[in-house]
């Protein structure tokens, strides 16, 4: 078996529902580690890619963006950004302040206590706020 054959077979297809999940992961700023847990069958270095594809959907051509996006990945990118998650979340949940809490950060989305830190901050807040300690 030749280099090429071998590494075909070694390629993974994304499935839609695979997409969403690291698409939504990548978009609450989640780490790859903590997306690659919601695949566990893809190694974690494809998953790696697939974020560095939301990446380029995200800001553009910048540093460590990858532009092979696949056309399922970008009509699934613009499927949930022109979804307005406040709204939906908004919704669907009231804060309990045992099971949901409203997220402390900027957001104001309210979220279940596992999606928060200890600080009551959806990973999206936390990943903003520890942006900006960095720049100082």
Known sequence: MNTITKTRENNHRWTRDENILVTRAYLDCKSVSEAQLLVPDIKINSVRMKYANCLYLDKGSVRTALKNVSKEHEA?????????????????????GE???????????????????????CGRCEHDTQKKSRRK
């Open 76 to 96: 699934i990118w613009n499927e949930i950004k022109e979804e307005d998650v406040s709204d939906y979340w908004d919704e669907k949940l009231e804060e309990d």
């Open 99 to 121: 099971t949901y809490f409203m997220c402390a950060g900027i957001c104001g989305r309210v979220m279940h206590y596992e999606d928060t830190n200890e600080f009551q901050m």
